[in-house]
């Protein structure tokens, strides 16, 4: 395999990246049942910023988001998050890492049946020994909107509560990045744009960063900038997106890019 | 349905072979124990047949006193000369062997202690020559009164050579033989089975372990050529007349071997006991294992319904899976049994001088197999069977929560079969006959399965009460809410262990307040200030010489000395121990008995005194007389004199001295001791002991030293049921690898997603740990609470046979309480460990 040239799309290193990809492959598998998921992705993840990752199903989106996040080992190629590289970090390490600096919310999912809300919220937390930011936490209710909320377990709540729930859990305990993959996915348009703007305002008035994957243009108009991904390779990108310009990347790419070059 | 139900099958592999392996370990212990006895049992009848094969006929007289092994110990009759000169002088006998054999020939090895054997008989017999497959090692036979000949298991024991002079005890005290010869048996074997053997000159075994000259125990008839056994048999019967049993050689090997296997059937009956409570533990297990997999496989079923599956059709396919499970479970642990049963043959045959006939495969091994093995797996299946075809079919299409099901109806059930067990158990001890048995049996029974079905209702509150004991870590926290979700499964798993854990604990409570009650007693009552009494194999009392006991009561600072006789007797008919005393009022002050009714004097001859609830039993009163008969006396009539109130020493016919002379051993087993004040107890018992020098067997202790001794045999008892008992424990540790195996595979997303917060793998395993630990510890405190109350049950209902007093062993109640949590933290390791190794990622693929 000869690793083909992807163009760098964020050329300047900006010293306030909140994650980083360099040269990042991911192979599976081996022989004939091999595929690349990832050829050589360089990609930077500013600070205080909302990103979408678009592209076509199978592009490799979860791959590059699960890659970033340390959920799966690179083949190629350097992660950072923060100032931490991820490669070489053993399981302690990323334990760690995801404790201290990461925060997810799931397509589906996310929370654990046996909590309550505020459980389930307090439980990153709870797991790395801090004390909740009082002040901070209602803070965060008050945003997701689930102050009356707090003592019902997940089966008692709509799947749009239960993901508001999920974004209140990532957002509590302030991580370096929270990355979602789909995480209205599973949601009518309603519930999703409630999840959506309760995003945007914790980048917008907090300063969070969040990478969300998304299939849905209209999700990722509320971000600030969306790179598209074709064949494991970084082929667009776009700031202050719009549904209508997200579409129009999409169109654009499904005639440069034919879907399914493995080799 | 078929390919279907194949698939699920082989896609639950782990789950399987956890369930499966409880009804392998069950099927092994059954068929394991069929196995064992059919190949000691046909040892036997060779042995027996080869000892017998010179023999055509055997004549034995009737029984002195006919008991089975259970009741207490058989007395055979005896022969005399004259009955062996009317053998002989029957047409066709071409030759007539008298033979002498009796248990009780104590040799005294080259240590100076008295060689003991655990259980074998020691026995004294005549030498016959080289007949019936002895053969001469060493030397030759007796041929002097002063000589004796011993096998080769006794010589090895007793490290005794040929040449040495040797003490042997028998029904007479201690006499001093020159060892002329040792003897073993055709085929290199040392000895018949694991008996001692020592071999006298004719007129002195007839003397020393008969106590009759001119006796026999047997009479061994060789036909003349050409005719044939049977009917020298019954000519030999006509001639004598009644009173005696004539058997073939054939026949007699037979009942010989047979009185050996009556006693292999009870061991045989102990083994398939403690197997059937593993397959009771095991059912618990398959029971929970299916029920999990139904709830798993809702959806699966639900489709199945919706594509057209008949009711019918699901009960199907489950009960299909439990028949495979069933079947492949039983003929492994048949296998497995063949093997465990070879094993403890070979083991058993070696400790044993046994030639082992090879190993068998009985039918009783095959048919119980796999009767236990499908039929315990498919009763257990039968209840998930039904709820799995309960599923409605939109349960397909649903986002399956299994609702949380009302306990109501199980508790109410659990509640009245509890009752009813508990009334069973107290009706079962308050009566008496032969439906005693079956009624505790059945009490225990439904008392388990009575709390096994409350114990959903329960585990909720002691589950939160114990995992507050954890919830100081998050990961502690979360395995006590995952022990608390499926409180029907956490019940069953921990109803596994209950039943085990129960179970010694009810023993050990009974053998406790046993000891404890004995002891009180006799810290009460025991005023002798010495005991002498014998330390010998099970069934024989030790006894010393009768002749030392004037010597003994004048020794300086001894008061007094009451002598204690014991004799298997026939009184009324009825099988019963024999007491005599020398001294009763002195017996009835050391031991605080007292008089119910009449006087306790000491009897005069043609008199007894016998206990109140005995003499109740029999509707004897005071006045009233009694017909007694001894092993080697006549039957002789008795006259009641006096009651006393039962203690657990005495209870049953105390006679005077009268009645020794038809006593085996006209010797006394017991002695106790009095001191005069201020004497000095040291030098008395030194002085005790230095007139039981030729009594090596007899021990001169105070009451503590006594009891300690007497009461280490239950501790040991208790050991041996706890270590049985731990083959119920190790199937219901099977039973909680299995549950959280099951719990960890079912919540895998849910594992990936606390890994992708933060949770580490070392707090992934203590959450699963404390899961565990949570279950276990339900489990033993439910055992340990059921334990108890069965326990108090039997002390309550034994209270009139001298259990007085409850007494829990709380510090081995805190014992079992710490190995339940530990075998938590065991059976934790595997499942923890998966749940470990989960990959992050599985939490957010979408499946
Ligand atoms: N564990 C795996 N083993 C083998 N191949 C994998 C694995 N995970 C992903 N792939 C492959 O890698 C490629 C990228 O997958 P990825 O899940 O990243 O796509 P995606 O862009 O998230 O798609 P979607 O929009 O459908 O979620 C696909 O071809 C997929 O088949
Ligand atoms: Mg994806």
């Avoid at chain 2, 199980?410 to 005693?436: E, K, Q």
């Avoid at chain 2, 129960?502 to 009552?525: E, H, K, M």
């Avoid at chain 2, 300086?556 to 298997?568: D, I, K, L, P, T």
């Avoid at chain 2, 004199?641 to 009645?659: E, H, L």
Wanted: glycine letters at 12%; proline letters at 5%.
């Amino acid at each position: 395999m000869t690793p083909a040239a992807a163009p760098p799309l964020t050329r300047q290193r900006v010293e306030t990246a909140a994650a980083r990809a360099t040269g990042l492959w991911k192979v599976y598998g081996t022989g004939e049942a091999q595929v690349i998921a990832l050829r050589g992705v360089d990609v930077e993840l500013e600070r205080g910023r909302f990103t979408a990752i678009m592209g076509p199903s199978g592009s490799g989106k979860s791959t590059l988001m699960h890659c970033l996040a340390g959920l799966d080992a690179v083949s190629r190629g350097q992660v950072h998050v923060g100032d931490t590289e991820l490669t070489g970090l053993n399981d302690a390490g990323l334990t760690r890492l995801r404790r201290e600096k990461i925060g997810f919310i799931f397509q589906q999912f996310n929370l654990l049946p046996t909590l309550t809300a505020e459980e389930n919220i307090l439980l990153p937390l709870a797991i790395a020994g801090r004390k909740p930011d009082q002040q901070w936490f209602r803070t965060v209710i008050d945003t997701v909107g689930l102050g009356d909320r707090l003592g019902h377990r997940p089966s008692q709540l709509s799947g749009g509560q239960q993901q508001r729930v999920a974004c209140a859990r990532a957002l509590v305990s302030r991580p370096e990045v929270i990355f979602a993959d789909e995480p209205t996915g599973n949601l009518d348009s309603r519930s999703g744009a409630e999840v959506l703007g309760f995003l945007r305002r914790s980048v917008t008035e907090y300063g969070q960063t969040i990478v969300m994957v998304t299939h849905d243009a209209n999700a990722a108009a509320y971000a600030d900038r969306v790179v598209f991904l074709a064949d494991g390779q970084l082929v667009a990108e776009l700031t202050q997106p719009t549904p209508e310009s997200v579409l129009d990347t999409l169109k654009s790419l499904d005639r440069v890019a034919p879907a399914g070059a493995e080799h | 349905m078929l390919r279907a139900t194949v698939k699920s099958l082989l896609a639950r592999k782990l789950r399987l072979v956890l369930s499966g392996l409880a009804v392998l370990l069950g099927v092994m212990f059954v068929s394991g124990s069929f196995v064992l006895t059919d190949a000691l049992g046909r040892s036997f009848d060779n042995m027996f047949s080869s000892a017998m094969a010179e023999t055509d006929v055997l004549v034995a007289a009737d029984p002195a006193i006919d008991v089975s092994e259970l009741e207490g110990e058989a007395v055979p009759g005896l022969l005399r000369s004259a009955d062996r000169d009317t053998v002989a002088a029957v047409p066709g006998v071409a030759g007539v062997v008298g033979e002498v054999q009796a248990d009780g020939a104590r040799v005294i090895g080259a240590d100076g202690k008295v060689v003991t054997s655990f259980g074998p008989p020691r026995f004294g017999a005549n030498w016959t020559g080289e007949t019936g497959g002895l053969e001469l090692r060493e030397g030759r036979g007796p041929s002097a009164d002063d000589e004796i000949a011993i096998n080769v298991t006794l010589a090895e024991l007793s490290k005794l050579k040929v040449g040495d002079r040797v003490g042997v005890l028998t029904t007479k005290p201690k006499q001093m033989f020159t060892l002329v010869g040792v003897f073993g048996y055709e085929g290199g074997l040392p000895g018949r089975g694991p008996v001692h053997e020592v071999r006298f000159t004719e007129p002195v075994a007839q003397e020393l372990m008969l106590g009759t000259p001119g006796a026999y125990t047997s009479l061994s008839v060789t036909a003349a050529p050409g005719t044939d056994p049977a009917a020298l048999r019954d000519a030999i019967r006509g001639a004598l007349g009644d009173g005696y049993q004539v058997q073939t050689g054939a026949e007699a090997a037979a009942a010989i071997a047979d009185g050996f296997k009556e006693a292999l059937s009870f061991f045989n009956n102990i083994l398939l006991g403690f197997a059937g409570v593993a397959l009771f533990v095991g059912t618990f297990l398959i029971l929970n294992t299916f029920s999990i997999i139904v709830a798993q496989r809702t959806k699966e079923l639900a489709l199945s319904r919706a594509l057209g599956a008949s009711r019918r059709q699901v009960i199907g396919s489950v009960m299909v899976e439990a028949l495979v499970i069933g079947l492949v479970a039983a003929v492994l642990g048949l296998a497995a049994g063949v093997g465990v049963g070879a094993l403890l043959a070979e083991v058993a045959a070696s400790f044993s001088s046994l030639v082992l006939a090879g190993i068998g495969l009985p039918l009783a091994a095959v048919i119980s197999a796999f009767v236990v093995g499908i039929g315990v797996t498919m009763i257990a299946a039968l209840l998930p069977a039904v709820r799995a075809s309960r599923v409605p079919p939109v349960a397909a299409l649903q986002e399956v929560a299994t609702p949380d099901r009302p306990l109501t109806k199980l508790t109410v059930s659990g509640t009245v079969l509890g009752a009813l067990g508990t009334g069973a158990i107290a009706y079962g001890l308050a009566t008496d006959g032969d439906a005693v048995l079956w009624l505790l049996l059945g009490g225990v029974l439904a008392a388990f399965v009575g709390v096994a079905l409350l114990s959903p209702a329960l585990a909720r509150p002691a589950v939160s009460v114990l995992g507050r004991l954890f919830s100081w870590s998050v990961p502690g926290k979360l395995g006590r809410l995952n022990s608390g979700r499926n409180p029907r499964r956490t019940a069953i798993t921990a109803a596994a262990l209950m039943v085990g854990v129960a179970l010694i604990t009810g023993v050990n409570t009974i053998i406790t307040s046993a000891d404890r009650s004995l002891r009180g007693d006799a810290t009460d009552a025991f005023q002798a200030d010495l005991i002498i009494s014998g330390q010998g194999s099970p069934g024989m009392l030790p006894t010393f010489d009768e002749a030392l006991l004037p010597k003994m009561r004048e020794l300086a600072g001894v008061r007094s000395v009451a002598a204690e006789y014991n004799e298997q007797a026939v009184i009324d008919g009825e099988p019963r121990m024999a007491t005599a005393v020398t001294d009763l009022p002195t017996v009835v002050q050391d031991f605080s008995l007292v008089a119910a009714a009449g006087v306790l004097s000491q009897p005069a001859p043609g008199e007894v005194v016998v206990g109140e609830s005995y003499a109740a039993d029999s509707g004897l009163a005071v006045g009233d007389t009694v017909t007694a008969r001894l092993p080697r006396g006549e039957p002789t009539t008795f006259r009641i004199i006096g009651m006393y109130q039962a203690t657990p020493f005495y209870g049953g016919f105390i006679f005077g001295p009268d009645i020794v002379p038809g006593m085996r051993t006209p010797a006394p087993s017991f002695a106790y001791v009095r001191l005069a004040d201020g004497a000095d107890a040291a030098a008395a018992r030194k002085g005790l002991e230095a007139l039981l020098v030729d009594s090596p067997e007899m021990l001169v202790e105070d009451t503590g030293q006594f009891l300690d001794r007497e009461l280490g045999e239950s501790a040991q008892l208790l050991l041996m049921i706890q270590v049985l008992l731990g083959l119920a424990i190790l199937i219901a540790v099977l039973g909680v690898i299995n549950t959280l195996a099951l719990s960890v595979l079912e919540r895998t997303r849910e594992l990936g997603l606390l890994r992708a917060i933060g949770l580490s793998r070392a707090a992934t395993m203590r959450m699963v740990t404390v899961e565990a630990v949570v279950i276990t510890v339900f489990g033993a405190l439910l055992g340990v609470a059921v334990g108890i109350g069965l326990g108090a049950a039997v002390v309550q209902g034994l209270a009139d046979e001298g259990l007085k007093e409850l007494a829990i062993p709380w510090s081995q109640v805190g014992v079992y309480l710490v190995l339940g949590a530990l075998v938590g933290v065991l059976a934790a390791v595997l499942p923890a460990t998966r749940a470990a190794r989960i990959n992050v990622l599985s939490a957010i693929a979408h499946d």
